[in-house]
């Protein structure tokens, strides 16, 4: 059994699991923090919210098209347009879904602080206005590499033919999609612990523990799977130049798909970082999604009393 063959595996049935438990929990994210008044309107949940929509987005856009590679059916290599189409989106909601985990996490900071005037930031208006800002940027950036890619006439593959973009891609991979989500979100939860070190008495006043609790629990969540990832890459980047034999070259590209495939566990999994994190958020979902199995449960308590009373009824 081959290496590349092993690696093809990976991404078909690994993938394929990702697609559906991710779709399922991302799902239900949207479903809880859409209809529930109380994450509805937090700041941090919003962001949350945001998150798992784009998370669904980049699942069908990237995820599913690597499955489709698996199988030998890749688009990117006779339409044009969809190799342009594929990586403005992947480009896109790439840095969307890893945006939000850092807004989420420095809005903690802010409800946690000591001062007055910085926890008056952290407000659901302010979090509309910043998602807007923010989306309307990554769709901006997202047109840079849409013209910079094309089908190669000599490989027949779907290339960057803009050596602009070749350097800004490297930017893009060790800065962007590792090396800054990692730093922000990991300072400011160092800051908001720190907050919540110094002033007990006023985060209990101020602050929704358990979304606390899920907030931190996702940064812990997103450094899990990127770090790996962003050593991959790393490695990638400083050794492309070196001369390497054909068995060297086969199992970089299956570490490569192993922890590509890995780093695709923060976009599946914060559904079920957030219930195991969350008891507020496991019976909410109990609740809104299980509605079914209560209407279904018979109150045996009930059935003596209504038996006692009509025996009363008949013998008066």
């Known amino acids: 059994m081959s290496l590349s063959y092993i690696g ?87 840095i969307i879904v890893l945006i939000c985990p850092c807004m989420a996490m420095i809005d903690q900071f802010l409800i946690t602080s000591r001062s007055a005037k ?71 939860a160092y800051l908001t612990y720190r907050n919540i070190r110094s002033i007990r008495v006023l985060i209990s006043q101020h602050v929704d523990q358990q979304i606390l609790r899920m907030s931190l629990a996702q940064v812990f969540f997103v450094n899990f799977c990127i770090i790996p990832y962003a050593i991959i890459v790393t490695y990638n980047y400083i050794t492309e130049k070196e001369t390497k034999n054909t068995i060297r070259i086969l199992r970089e590209q299956l570490a490569t798909s192993f922890f590509t495939l890995w780093n695709y566990g923060y976009y599946v999994g914060t559904c079920y970082v957030f219930m195991l994190s969350s008891k507020k958020f496991r019976r909410t979902v109990k609740d809104r999604i299980l509605f079914w199995r209560r209407r279904n449960q018979v109150n045996i308590f009930a059935l003596p009393k209504r038996n006692t009373d009509l025996q009363r009824q008949t013998i008066n």
């Open 8 to 94: 093809q595996q990976i991404t078909i049935y690994g993938g394929f699991c990702f697609l559906v438990t991710g779709t399922v929990g991302n799902a239900i994210n949207i479903f809880i923090f859409s209809t529930v008044h109380s994450y509805r309107t937090n700041p941090s949940t919003f962001y949350f919210l945001i998150n798992s929509v784009f998370n669904i987005a980049y699942l069908f856009m990237n995820l599913a098209s690597r499955i489709a590679i698996g199988f030998g059916d890749d688009l990117t290599r006779t339409s044009t347009s969809w190799c342009k189409a594929r990586n403005y989106f992947l480009y896109t909601f790439s």
């Open 118 to 188: 910085l926890r008056s930031l952290s407000k659901i208006q302010t979090a509309h206005r910043s998602v807007v800002v923010m989306i309307i940027i990554c769709v901006l950036h997202g047109i840079f590499p849409a013209i910079s890619y094309d089908i190669s006439s000599v490989t027949k593959t779907c290339q960057v033919f803009n050596q602009i973009f070749i350097t800004y891609r490297s930017i893009f991979l060790l800065g962007l999609l590792t090396t800054i989500p990692i730093t922000i979100t990991t300072l400011f």
